[in-house]
């Protein structure tokens, strides 16, 4: 069995019996440190009771939501070096650019992928990004995320799982790149008009 594996286990083994409290807990700690996504406890909320699968998405991103902030605080108090000890430099070197390049946008993709979160919610206060901006973009992305996969399950129930295992993280990036498109091409229409309005 590895480690992987062995963590997995050990998170549903400790969080699933305490139910939506659990989830908050796992959505809140991944979001900072803990490597083990939250996804996996809501599918398994949300399959056991489907009726309150849009509560279990509700409380899984208030956490990751919550979650993210604190990670913002490590990152604003700690500094580099706590960015440095967890992380590899080409990964930090590559969260820059993606923040001086799209800003806000970059915590959106990460929210929303399978893009490693916690990553950009330190680097958020390492570089004294906004925190409106990063609690925004967070909302948004991780709120997407979590009611995708409960609605699904509350419509479709235990046959979307296959579907959801095979080609969520691949639409998840796919919608990443279109908003990325959708941004960009915004951005450009904007600075078009005001070339033309001066």
């Not at 019996?17 to 700690?29: D, K, R, T, Y």
């Not at 691949?170 to 005001?194: C, D, E, H, N, P």
């Amino acid at each position: 069995m590895g480690l992987i594996t062995s963590l997995v286990d050990w998170t549903k083994l400790t969080f699933q019996p305490l139910g939506s409290l659990g989830l908050f807990v796992l959505a809140f700690i991944e979001s900072s440190f803990f490597p083990v996504p939250p996804d996996i406890l809501l599918i398994i909320l949300c399959l056991a009771d489907p009726k309150n699968a849009l509560w279990f998405s509700l409380v899984c991103t208030v956490g990751s939501v919550l979650g993210a902030i604190f990670g913002y605080g490590i990152g604003y108090v700690g500094g580099r070096p706590i960015l440095n000890k967890l992380f590899k430099q080409e990964k930090i070197d590559k969260v820059h650019r993606l923040f001086e390049k799209h800003g806000g946008l970059a915590i959106f993709i990460a929210g929303f992928t399978p893009i490693p979160y916690k990553v950009f919610t330190i680097a958020s206060g390492v570089f004294y990004i906004k925190l409106r901006t990063l609690i925004i973009y967070s909302i948004i992305g991780r709120g997407l995320r979590f009611f995708l996969v409960g609605g699904l399950i509350m419509f479709f129930g235990n046959p979307i799982i296959a579907f959801i295992d095979k080609y969520f993280e691949t639409i998840s990036l796919l919608v990443g790149i279109v908003v990325i498109a959708v941004a960009y091409w915004y951005w450009r229409r904007r600075k078009r008009i005001k070339q033309f309005s001066v």
